[in-house]
């Protein structure tokens, strides 16, 4: 009796060695090979020509021929009028780094609210050629987007439109912007710069809050600035006033910074604005002048190439992949037209369900030769 017990034993002993093997062997040969896979399946642009105003999910679903959308990386759409459906079909690939729309149009020169807020993985946009209005929320969220091309079209930017976008170093606004909301640039901790335009006589509220501005450029028709407009802008230091009357402010719109605003030795009303963050000092030159802001504009091409570029350093170590891909002739008679890199077909036949169903495999097969040696023992 006392034999059968430690035969029994031993055998249980060798079943759960058994077992242990199989499992080690399938995660060295499974581990590399979803590894493989994951790095064939990226890198897939996709373009669309023409497309009916609300249908681009079909334009795009064709376009991709059959490319898993978590492959996608880039899409240019360079035809056609967006609507906000248009804008959530676009929402629809997480992994999407590169978008160029400067060649289609916006339903009523609108850029909807939380258009494209928070995508994870966005790096460069460029923004349809009629763009007046960019809604609320429409950009907030995009931790890792280090560029936008906006065209000069643009007019109006919405409450909190580009908050967190703590990447971009430059927002190249065109001089004719005629309003700006609040919190518009908030949260956008690499913005260093930032030409305001002439129409803008008041910073609304918390519009440029926690930035990396060193010093700004106020115009003599700037007239108020709002609360926490600046706040926490740690590395401001210095504010240029080309007025002969003080714009009006508060103690919360340059809280946590300690800030010299510039003036002309006559300016009137100043001394209102001195506080525990702000000090006055008179030492502007009567040739000082206000140079209203002409920001320089590039071609969403070029946007997108300077893009690829400081994306790829500043993501050395991750895996690179190749997003300039050459153009295909539109064809007379379709729709849309592809960009696939020559991986992709690779990615699409032989995707995740493989390896799920060679587990299963090798699982049945460890099971089976279990069920043999127990009963050989037996």
């Known amino acids: 009796m006392r ?66 959308l978590n492959t996608i990386t880039k899409i240019a759409v360079s035809g056609g009028t967006m609507n906000a459906s248009d804008y959530s079909a676009l929402c629809g690939y997480p992994n999407v780094e590169f978008l160029e729309l400067a060649g289609c149009k916006t339903e009523n020169g609108v850029i909807p609210e939380n258009a494209m807020s928070s995508r994870n993985q966005l790096s460069y946009i460029s923004l349809p050629s009629n763009t007046e209005t960019i809604g609320q929320r429409a950009f907030s969220g995009n931790r890792k987007l280090l560029k936008i091309s906006i065209p000069a079209t643009l007019r109006v930017i919405g409450d909190y439109a580009f908050e967190g976008c703590e990447q971009v170093e430059e927002f190249a606004v065109p001089a004719e912007v005629t309003s700006i909301g609040t919190g518009a640039f908030s949260d956008c901790k690499a913005l260093k710069s930032f030409a305001l335009p002439v129409a803008i006589t008041e910073i609304p509220d918390y519009c440029f809050a926690k930035c990396s501005f060193t010093e700004m450029h106020f115009g003599p028709q700037v007239e108020k600035i709002g609360n926490g407009a600046f706040s926490d802008c740690h590395d401001l230091t210095d504010i240029y006033f080309y007025g002969d009357k003080a714009f009006s402010a508060n103690e919360s719109s340059f809280q946590n910074v300690k800030v010299t605003v510039h003036t002309y030795e006559d300016s ?73 890199p020559a991986s992709a077909p690779a990615a699409s036949s032989f995707s995740g369900i493989s390896v799920l169903i060679i587990a299963v495999l090798c699982a049945a097969l460890a099971v089976t030769i279990t069920l043999l040696v127990v009963n050989k023992k037996k």
């Open 3 to 68: 034999k059968m017990s430690e035969q029994k034993k031993k055998n249980i002993t060798r079943v759960v060695m058994l077992i242990m093997a199989i499992v080690m062997i399938l995660s060295f040969v499974i581990l590399p090979l979803s590894m493989d896979i994951a790095a064939e399946e990226t890198g897939v642009a996709v373009t669309v020509t023409r497309f009916e105003t609300g249908k681009l999910s079909d334009a795009i679903e064709k376009a991709k021929d059959g490319a898993d």
């Open 268 to 340: 009137e009303g100043f001394d209102g604005l001195i506080n525990n963050f702000v000090s006055v000092s008179n030492d502007l030159s009567e040739d000082s002048v206000y140079v209203p802001p002409q920001p320089s504009e590039t071609t969403p091409a070029e946007s997108a190439a300077e893009t690829e570029e400081t994306a790829s350093e500043a993501e050395s170590s991750a895996e690179e992949t190749t997003e300039a891909s050459e153009e295909k002739p539109a064809e007379t008679a379709s729709e849309t037209q592809s960009e696939v």
